[in-house]
């Protein structure tokens, strides 16, 4: 799945079979590479807005292979200070992300899977850099959508909320079944097909899955619309902020 999402970058760190599987979904939902920039914008500007809300410790689950605008670069743009821990299970990504680390201060890199929570919370590379008595960020970027919902996707997220202290901050984007429905469900069986799990879900859905949170202004929206700069609407000016095929938000535990 990173290596599919690196591609819809315009990465380098994938193989043929990845392009290939990544050329059968983009026929039927050509406008995967914008909706892959559209999440990573929105991700950098919910970590810088997390920053400049003094939060200084970042758990990134699921972080993808590294790419421009990577989380500690964000943060660490406004608050030096600033911890990152970044969490995967896929090996490839493990071996960049330790090769791009290598000597940067405040970061660090775990093994660990999503559907196991409680062993990524007592992980001791997590341990030894998130202090859970204190406010932090908790990322989800792109990455629920492929938790099923047999895998229980709720009680994933209510395992990193009960460890998270009051003033910490979820953010979250999620694959939209509203997008495109047509679209949407060929993609699903494309990805499926190519032995990854993929389960958009529809708004109520995705806002279900902030229960015990509050969401920040302006709540649950598709992807270019919280709180874009001007450069972020460019993409879809024509085609509308739903042709990004992902809905996000932002919520703070109280």
């Known amino acids: 799945m990173a290596r599919l999402y690196d591609y819809f970058l315009g990465g380098k760190d994938n193989f043929a079979a990845d392009r290939a599987a990544a050329e059968k979904i983009l026929e039927v939902a ?3 590479p914008a909706a892959a920039r559209a999440n990573r914008a929105f991700l950098g500007r919910a970590v810088r807005h997390l920053a400049r809300n003094g939060i200084t410790q970042f758990l990134d689950l699921g972080t993808g292979l590294p790419a421009p605008g990577n989380v500690h670069e964000v943060a660490q743009e406004v608050d030096p200070g600033a911890r990152v821990v970044y969490v995967d299970h896929d090996p490839v990504v493990l071996v960049h992300a330790r090769a791009l680390l290598e000597g940067q201060g405040g970061t660090g890199v775990v093994h660990g899977d999503l559907r196991e929570p409680e062993a990524i919370l007592r992980d001791p590379g997590v341990l030894e850099a998130i202090d ?12 629920m959508h492929h938790i099923a919902d047999s895998e229980r996707p709720g009680e994933i997220v209510a395992a990193l909320r009960e460890a998270m202290a009051p003033g ?17 469900e060929r993609c699903t069986e494309v990805y499926r097909s190519a032995g990854l799990p993929l389960t958009p879900r529809d708004r109520d859905e995705i806002g279900a899955l902030f229960e015990g949170f509050e969401l920040v202004d302006p709540g649950l929206v598709w992807l270019p619309q919280w709180r874009p700069d001007l450069s972020d609407m460019i993409d ?4 509308g902020p739903q042709a990004s095929l992902g809905l996000c938000g932002v919520g703070v535990k109280r």
């Open 30 to 32: 050509p406008e995967l």
């Open 132 to 143: 859970f008595g204190r406010p932090l960020g908790v990322l989800l970027g792109a990455v």
């Open 168 to 184: 910490s901050f979820l953010v979250m984007s999620h694959g939209s079944s509203e997008a495109r429905p047509a679209a949407v």
């Open 236 to 239: 879809f000016a024509a085609a």
